[in-house]
């Protein structure tokens, strides 16, 4: 079993940026692939941001492209997701989740994520 904690969320002004982290125990996330998703209100949660276990793969929604930095440090078992020039469409409750361990491909699908956190909120003000 593998415990995520988010952290880091809060109101910003658009063109703000945020931190936030994933906190991960149970098992070390070094073979796991780690994802960022979130959802706002009434809608359906979705895909971010996601870096693969085995290297520096990272896919991005086309949404934060160029905006948003997902990095990894395994020896902290920690994932984080830098948020720059954040814009009101950002606002959502972000989720960090985990899917492994040592799979052969990186997905946006939410359904194939095996953990999730209780999620952070972000909320980004016009």
């Known amino acids: 079993q593998v415990q995520l904690v988010e952290s880091g969320g809060g109101m910003v002004q658009a063109g703000g940026s945020l931190r936030l982290s994933c906190a991960a125990s149970?098992?070390?996330?070094?073979?796991?692939?780690m994802g960022w998703f979130r959802q706002a209100p009434g809608k359906e949660r979705e895909f971010v941001v996601a870096?693969?276990?085995?290297?520096?793969?990272?896919y991005y929604s086309d949404s934060v492209k160029g905006r948003f930095t997902i990095t990894r440090d395994n020896a902290k078992n920690t994932v984080y997701l830098q948020m720059d020039s954040l814009k009101p469409e950002d606002t959502a409750v972000y989720y960090c989740?985990?899917?492994?361990?040592?799979?052969?491909?990186?997905?946006?699908?939410?359904?194939?994520?095996?953990?999730w956190g209780q999620g952070t909120q972000v909320t980004v003000s016009s």
């Open positions: 870096i693969i276990w085995s290297g520096p793969r990272i």
């Open positions: 989740a985990a899917r492994g361990p040592y799979k052969s491909y990186v997905t946006s699908y939410v359904g194939e994520y095996d953990y």
């Open positions: 149970g098992r070390t996330i070094s073979s796991y692939d």
